[in-house]
């Protein structure tokens, strides 16, 4: 069964009446981006992002800030998030690999997704690349059981419609 990526179904979404906090803007120093995460989901900034996780737990989102400058800067990146969803008791299935290309607010996105499992089943996981500019970006790490995803789409892609080039 194909699985549809959160964050590429960019097509529509619907305003929703939540409380969302308020922007955040990455990185601290020179902020080339700006996003916004549900209040509920208790957004928490650490060195290089902001984490959250969804009020009934079921969603895991991380944005952070990333240099583009050169592919394996981009490749450590992203060991480093698979390490610390690992860490976190995420298997990803290797062989489910499936990488997308999408545009988002006029920038560049590029999603690359699994299969997983975690304590509390199956789960699907996301590293997304976002190009802000040619060399700062945006990597969001995502890791959701399936039925949270559904539960918690609009809230989803209300934080991707979020994201927007500082100028």
Known sequence: MKKPSIWVG???FALLASAWAGDFKLPDQSPVASFSIPASWKPA???????????DESVYIAVEATDLSSTSVIEDAMKQSLSYLNKKGVEVDQSTAKQTQAKLNGMDV??????????????????????????????LTYWASPDGEKKNS???VQILHSIKPIQ
């Open 10 to 12: 960019l097509g529509t």
């Open 45 to 55: 900034e650490y060195e290089d992002g902001v984490e959250a996780m969804s009020d």
């Open 110 to 139: 590029v999603d690359v997704s699994w299969r997983g499992k975690d304590s509390t089943g199956e789960c699907n996981v996301s590293l997304t690349v976002v190009v802000v500019t040619g060399k700062k970006g945006l990597l």
């Open 154 to 156: 609009q809230d989803l």
